[in-house]
Nanobody, 115 residues
Framework: QVELVESGGGLVQPGGSLRLSCTAS????????MAWYRQGPGKERELVAR???????IYDDSVKGRFTISRDKFENTVYLQMNNLKPEDTAVYYC?????????WGQGTQVSVSS
């Protein structure tokens, strides 16, 4: 059974940093895509960043230059380094993977940016 476990959320002041982690277990193949989505209060879920096996990365314009997505060498853990956080980054962040044609979601981790 595939399971995604996220960690690293919390409360941070504007301008601060957080690092999110998501580890996939119960898998026998490297996910083709590992990504982070977020859902802010009253908003729809949106793509934040995507890491495609082989190294291609894609970012939403709102986080370019501030967030960095990466994977560990085994490619079953994905990270999201978030710098210069803004109040509008406040959201529940979800890990997502594409594995053998199926999508899997984590339970989400809360990120709150406030002074």
């Amino acid at each position: 059974q595939v399971e995604l476990v996220e960690s690293g959320g919390g409360l941070v002041q504007p301008g601060g940093s957080l690092r999110l982690s998501c580890t996939a277990s119960g898998i026998n193949f490297k996910p083709y895509i590992m990504a982070w989505y977020r859902q802010g209060p009253g908003k729809e879920r949106e793509l934040v960043a995507r890491h495609i096996s082989g190294g291609t990365t894609i970012y939403d314009d709102s986080v370019k230059g501030r967030f960095t997505i990466s994977r560990d060498k085994f490619e079953n853990t994905v990270y999201l380094q978030m710098n210069n956080l803004k109040p509008e980054d406040t959201a529940v962040y979800y890990c997502n993977i594409l594995l053998q044609g199926s999508l899997y979601w984590g339970q989400g981790t809360q990120v709150s940016v406030s002074s």
